[in-house]
Protein backbone atom coordinates (compact mmCIF):
# COMPACT_ATOMS: atom_id res chain seq x y z
CA UNK A 1 0.00 0.00 0.00
CA UNK A 2 1.02 3.46 -0.91
CA UNK A 3 2.57 5.31 2.13
CA UNK A 4 2.07 9.27 2.25
CA UNK A 5 3.67 12.23 3.74
CA UNK A 6 2.64 16.04 3.69
CA UNK A 7 4.77 18.83 4.43
CA UNK A 8 5.12 22.42 3.70
CA UNK A 9 2.19 23.54 6.21
CA UNK A 10 3.00 26.62 8.28
CA UNK A 11 1.72 30.43 9.65
CA UNK A 12 0.65 32.81 7.15
CA UNK A 13 -0.73 36.35 6.62
CA UNK A 14 -3.94 36.72 4.76
CA UNK A 15 -3.16 37.00 1.66
CA UNK A 16 0.10 34.92 1.74
CA UNK A 17 0.62 31.42 -0.64
CA UNK A 18 2.03 28.08 0.70
CA UNK A 19 3.07 25.51 -0.86
CA UNK A 20 2.21 21.90 0.31
CA UNK A 21 3.52 18.48 -0.82
CA UNK A 22 2.55 15.25 -0.50
CA UNK A 23 5.47 12.36 -0.60
CA UNK A 24 4.28 9.05 -1.87
CA UNK A 25 6.49 5.98 -1.07
CA UNK A 26 5.50 4.60 -4.77
CA UNK A 27 4.32 5.76 -8.34
CA UNK A 28 1.30 7.36 -7.92
CA UNK A 29 0.10 6.97 -11.55
CA UNK A 30 -2.87 4.22 -11.37
CA UNK A 31 -4.89 6.74 -8.50
CA UNK A 32 -6.67 9.41 -7.91
CA UNK A 33 -4.94 11.88 -5.89
CA UNK A 34 -6.85 14.83 -3.45
CA UNK A 35 -6.16 17.02 -1.21
CA UNK A 36 -8.35 17.90 2.02
CA UNK A 37 -8.98 19.62 4.74
CA UNK A 38 -10.35 19.38 8.02
CA UNK A 39 -11.38 21.37 10.78
CA UNK A 40 -11.58 20.01 14.40
CA UNK A 41 -15.38 19.41 15.21
CA UNK A 42 -16.65 19.05 10.81
CA UNK A 43 -16.08 16.85 8.55
CA UNK A 44 -13.52 16.26 6.10
CA UNK A 45 -13.86 18.75 2.92
CA UNK A 46 -12.05 17.91 -0.31
CA UNK A 47 -10.30 20.49 -2.00
CA UNK A 48 -8.52 19.97 -5.12
CA UNK A 49 -8.51 16.41 -7.24
CA UNK A 50 -6.28 15.21 -9.80
CA UNK A 51 -7.27 12.17 -11.62
CA UNK A 52 -3.44 10.71 -12.50
CA UNK A 53 -4.85 7.27 -13.64
CA UNK A 54 -7.92 8.90 -15.94
CA UNK A 55 -6.24 11.86 -17.94
CA UNK A 56 -4.97 13.94 -14.93
CA UNK A 57 -7.80 16.42 -15.15
CA UNK A 58 -8.21 18.62 -12.44
CA UNK A 59 -11.02 19.55 -10.06
CA UNK A 60 -11.59 21.97 -7.39
CA UNK A 61 -14.16 22.94 -5.07
CA UNK A 62 -15.56 26.09 -5.12
CA UNK A 63 -14.23 27.58 -2.10
CA UNK A 64 -10.43 27.53 -3.46
CA UNK A 65 -11.79 27.87 -7.29
CA UNK A 66 -8.76 30.04 -8.91
CA UNK A 67 -6.87 30.10 -6.15
CA UNK A 68 -5.51 26.83 -5.11
CA UNK A 69 -3.81 24.44 -8.00
CA UNK A 70 -3.10 21.28 -7.73
CA UNK A 71 -0.26 19.40 -9.63
CA UNK A 72 2.27 16.17 -9.40
CA UNK A 73 5.64 15.11 -10.45
CA UNK A 74 5.95 11.80 -11.80
CA UNK A 75 9.06 11.10 -11.41
CA UNK A 76 9.75 12.03 -7.33
CA UNK A 77 6.48 10.86 -7.06
CA UNK A 78 4.91 14.09 -5.78
CA UNK A 79 1.73 15.46 -5.23
CA UNK A 80 1.60 19.83 -4.71
CA UNK A 81 -1.03 21.96 -3.73
CA UNK A 82 0.23 25.85 -4.71
CA UNK A 83 -2.22 27.86 -2.34
CA UNK A 84 -2.32 32.26 -3.34
CA UNK A 85 -4.59 34.72 -1.46
CA UNK A 86 -4.85 32.24 1.61
CA UNK A 87 -7.62 33.51 3.56
CA UNK A 88 -8.15 32.70 7.34
CA UNK A 89 -10.99 30.07 6.37
CA UNK A 90 -8.25 28.53 4.85
CA UNK A 91 -7.24 27.64 8.08
CA UNK A 92 -7.35 23.26 9.14
CA UNK A 93 -5.41 20.05 8.72
CA UNK A 94 -4.58 19.74 5.20
CA UNK A 95 -4.37 15.88 4.08
CA UNK A 96 -3.51 14.43 0.80
CA UNK A 97 -5.12 11.35 -0.16
CA UNK A 98 -5.17 8.56 -2.94
CA UNK A 99 -7.59 6.11 -3.97
CA UNK A 100 -10.16 5.35 -6.69
CA UNK A 101 -13.66 7.24 -6.38
CA UNK A 102 -16.25 7.58 -8.84
CA UNK A 103 -16.80 10.21 -10.94
CA UNK A 104 -19.57 11.63 -9.13
CA UNK A 105 -17.95 11.28 -5.55
CA UNK A 106 -14.31 12.70 -6.27
CA UNK A 107 -14.62 14.69 -3.34
CA UNK A 108 -16.09 12.52 -0.77
CA UNK A 109 -13.17 11.32 1.45
CA UNK A 110 -14.64 7.73 1.65
CA UNK A 111 -13.54 6.67 -1.68
CA UNK A 112 -10.03 7.17 -0.65
CA UNK A 113 -7.82 4.02 0.44
CA UNK A 114 -4.48 5.84 1.80
CA UNK A 115 -4.06 9.29 3.71
CA UNK A 116 -0.86 10.94 5.21
CA UNK A 117 -0.60 12.36 8.26
CA UNK A 118 -1.34 15.79 7.63
CA UNK A 119 0.26 19.31 8.04
CA UNK A 120 -0.93 22.13 9.43
CA UNK A 121 -2.20 25.44 7.80
CA UNK A 122 -3.13 28.85 9.81
CA UNK A 123 -3.97 32.00 7.66
CA UNK A 124 -4.33 35.10 10.32
CA UNK A 125 -6.06 38.25 9.27
Known amino acids: QVQLAESGGGSVQEGGSLRLSCQASEYISSYCMGWFRQVPGTEREGVAIIDIAVDGGTKYADSVQGRFTISRDREKKTLFLQMNNLKPEDTAMYYC??????????????????WGQGTQVTVSS
Open 97 to 114: AAGYPGEMTMFASYEYLY
